[in-house]
């Protein structure tokens, strides 16, 4: 079974600038959630969604981040302007179904540089 | 709303010797209870959960972790260090009246002193 995809590994962009990150979860996974992980923090919940609906983006950063899921699948998270402090590494998560108590499977990340 | 508490942002260890990695959760509902392994520059790794049922829960690469709800903790254990036990270790998390949202400790450093 193939895992979360996430591309790319590694970005390098100047503040201000715009990025955009991609994600598709296993196949199958109704849930998709997209955390931001600080160094030397734990993830942080960006946004999660159900299918295509948004089930929760209170701590998404409305004003410059962006998250969508159009058909269902796979997910992209856009940063635009870029801020220094947005340095992280952005994790893209999935799991079978919402309200179940199921893991969460997780991609090997991006890793975001503001310069 | 739920949250996570792990005592000691590093821990070191010696090779063979007993692991315990401390976790302490706070939670208006049953949790689920996870513990995730992140090595260098990858995604996170489940290593075992507590769902219902039995509260000593066993996951993988020998480690366990037991659901003490008086205690509100889910500490994490292995009986001998491996070198390759050396990583990031976070404990999780979530319960069904947040749309099973993942809250994350800050983590736990753990290095394994051969």
């Known amino acids: 079974e193939a895992g979360v995809a996430q591309s790319p590994r590694y970005k390098i962009i100047e503040k201000r600038q715009s990025v955009a990150f991609w994600c598709n979860p296993i196949s199958g996974h109704a849930t998709l959630y997209w955390y931001q992980q600080i160094l030397g923090q734990g993830p942080k919940l960006l946004i999660q969604?159900?299918?295509?609906?948004?089930?929760?983006d209170s701590q998404l950063p409305k004003d410059r981040f962006s998250a969508e899921r159009l058909k269902g699948v796979d997910s992209t998270l856009k940063i635009q302007p870029a801020k220094l402090e947005d340095s992280a590494v952005y994790l893209c998560?999935?799991?079978?179904?919402?309200?179940?108590?199921?893991?969460?499977?997780f991609g090997q990340g991006t890793r975001l540089t503001v310069v | 709303a739920q949250s996570v508490t792990q005592l000691g942002s590093h821990v070191s260890v010696s090779e063979g010797a007993l692991v315990l990695l401390r976790c302490n959760y706070s939670s208006s509902v049953p949790p689920y209870l996870f513990w995730y392994v992140q090595y260098p520059n990858q995604g996170l790794q489940l290593l075992l959960k507590?769902?219902?049922?039995?509260?000593l829960v066993k996951g993988i690469n020998g480690f366990e972790a037991e659901f003490k709800k008086s205690e509100t903790s889910f500490h994490l254990t292995k009986p001998s260090a491996h070198m390759s036990d050396a990583a990031e270790y976070f404990c999780?998390?979530?319960?069904?009246?947040?749309?099973?949202?993942?809250?994350f400790g800050t983590g736990t450093s753990l290095t394994v002193i051969p």
């Open positions: 507590y769902t219902t049922g039995a509260t």
């Open positions: 999780a998390v979530s319960a069904s009246n947040t749309g099973n949202q993942f809250y």
């Open positions: 998560a999935s799991s079978l179904v919402l309200g179940m108590n199921t893991e969460a499977f």
């Open positions: 969604f159900q299918n295509n609906g948004v089930v929760d």
